[in-house]
Every structure is written in structure tokens, then in C-alpha cells.
């Protein structure tokens, strides 16, 4: 089945220390974007890429990094420089980043600070 | 950034029709009006999309006014699982992704 696959589902990261969301799709998609939603708000994009080896920072990219290495995976690594983690993280692609292509939802990583 | 407007929540009676209502007052005219699900726990899921004309899916129906500062999703006859956090956002380029809080739709049996 295509889609997009966000693993780990739960994650829990220590005080100080770097953790990785995985985000995978195999529809083909050039466009990936990461999203931040906090309990009952909206989502907040942290970064997005139009294209392999290339990325641009969201709204609220401080204290988060990205790479894409390859078209299919859009990575994100929480560094220890975010002080309020806590919030599940969502994964989204594109065909393309134009304004007529409709989004595609990982189902999302749930990340808490121990 | 284009935002829009949506009233926090909305019930409805399980197999009535549902109107959910958007206003987008500064939207530009190259910006797409569309509209995503969302479950507890879940990546939002694709509903709807459109600039100017209506348009209609197996899933939805978009009725986007004249001028296009306001935009409604109808779900012709609302089940239970259609209970969700609906979003209406406005894509202007691949940064332009503005998602409120959304309408919380209550569906009651």
C-alpha cells in the first residue's frame, strides 16, 4: 500500500539529548513537510522541502533540524536546543508544493520529555 | 499569511446534512481553499479542495461563495464517523499551510 510511515509511534526523549523522528513515503512524492500540534491546537509547520537536497525552515524551526538525502525520507532530529519538545509531530507529502496538491498525513509520533 | 475563521465546534444528528461554515476575508486570488479531517490521534485526512467553482467528491461537497471570502464543507448525511476535527485552510505556496484549530464536529445517534 502506498503512503507514509512515521515511526517510532511513541518516543521519549531525555533532558539534553538529540532524538530522530523517521518519516518514510513510497508514493513518489517530491514535497515532504514536518508539522508540530500541541493538545487541542492547530498545526504549525516546522519545515518542508520541495525537492531532494534541499529544505526550508517553517514557522517555528528553532530547535529542530531536517535533512533529505533522499525523495522518499524527510527525517527530523528534536536537538537538545528545543526546550518544550513535548507535542505530537506529524509528517505530511505532496506531489508536488504547488497550491493545487492536496496533502498526504503520516499517522504521527507522539514525543514526551522524561 | 491568509488565515481563516471556523467556529470552534458543531453538533449534528447521525444521516442530517452538515454545513460547515469558513471565512477566509483576506485570501488572495491564487490561493486554494482546502479542507482536512482530523480523528484523535491520527494524521489529518484529505476532504476537499478548490478555487473558485463548487466541487464535489464521494466524500464531500464545497460550496465556495462568489467573491470567495467564505467557503462551506457539507457532508450530505453525517454518520458517526464522520466526528472529527475539521479544518479549513488556504494553500498559497508550499510554506502557505495555515491550520487553525478547526470546527470539533459532534455527531449524535
Known amino acids: 500500500d502506498g503512503g507514509i510511515t512515521q515511526s517510532p509511534k511513541y518516543l521519549f526523549r531525555k533532558e539534553g539529548q538529540n532524538v530522530t523522528l523517521s518519516c518514510e513515503q513510497n508514493l513518489n512524492h517530491d514535497a515532504m513537510y514536518w508539522y508540530r500540534q500541541d493538545p487541542g491546537q492547530g498545526l504549525r509547520l516546522i519545515y518542508y522541502?520541495?525537492?531532494?537536497?534541499?529544505?526550508q525552515k517553517g514557522d517555528i524551526a528553532e530547535g529542530y533540524s531536517v535533512s533529505r538525502e533522499k525523495k522518499e525520507s524527510f527525517p527530523l532530529t528534536v536537538t537538545s536546543a528545543q526546550k518544550n519538545p513535548t507535542a505530537f509531530y506529524l509528517c505530511a507529502s505532496s506531489r508536488t508544493g504547488g497550491v493545487n496538491e492536496k496533502l498526504f498525513f503520516g499517522s504521527g509520533t507522539q514525543l514526551s520529555v522524561l | 499569511d491568509a488565515k481563516t475563521t471556523q467556529p470552534n465546534s458543531m453538533e449534528s444528528n447521525e444521516e442530517e446534512p452538515v454545513h460547515l461554515p469558513c471565512n477566509h476575508s483576506?485570501?488572495?486570488?491564487?490561493?486554494?481553499i482546502h479542507w482536512y479531517r482530523q480523528l484523535p490521534s491520527q494524521g489529518p485526512e484529505y476532504v476537499i479542495h478548490g478555487l473558485t467553482s463548487n466541487v464535489n467528491n464521494r466524500m464531500a461537497s464545497l460550496a465556495i461563495a462568489e467573491d470567495r471570502k467564505s467557503s462551506t464543507l457539507i457532508l450530505h448525511r453525517a454518520t458517526l464517523r464522520d466526528a472529527a476535527v475539521y479544518y479549513c485552510i488556504l494553500r498559497g505556496g508550499a510554506n502557505n499551510l495555515f491550520f487553525g484549530t478547526g470546527t470539533r464536529l459532534t455527531v449524535i445517534p
Open positions: 483576506t485570501i488572495s486570488g491564487t490561493d486554494y
Open positions: 522541502s520541495q525537492i531532494v537536497n534541499d529544505f
